[in-house]
């Protein structure tokens, strides 16, 4: 499936939002919890576009459903890296 370049944001841009929705949840929950994204090293955040709408919502999940209901102060890590998956179709290999 191809997306419309207007379905998709850089990187870069996707993890700006990302903190402003975060700090904004600060604010918000009283600092009850604190955050982190980390960029692997492979990642080039100039070059890598990421659908809209396809974090945020986990991450609003991850806060409205584990830590502020849990009454205790929590994390939220959110990693952006690069895995070496294989999948294979029968006896041909498809993608490494």
Avoid: A
């Amino acid at each position: 499936m191809i997306l419309p370049e207007t379905d998709l944001s850089f990187y870069l841009k996707k993890s700006n939002r990302l903190k402003l929705y975060l700090d904004l949840e600060k604010l918000r929950f009283q600092e009850r919890f604190s955050y982190e994204i980390i960029t692997g090293s492979d990642v080039e955040p100039g070059s890598i576009m990421i659908p809209n709408m396809i974090i945020q919502p986990f991450v609003e999940n991850t806060l409205w459903h584990g830590i502020i209901n849990s009454g205790s102060k929590g994390v939220v890590t959110i990693s952006f890296m690069f895995e070496d998956v294989e999948i294979e179709n029968g006896n041909q290999q498809i993608i490494k």
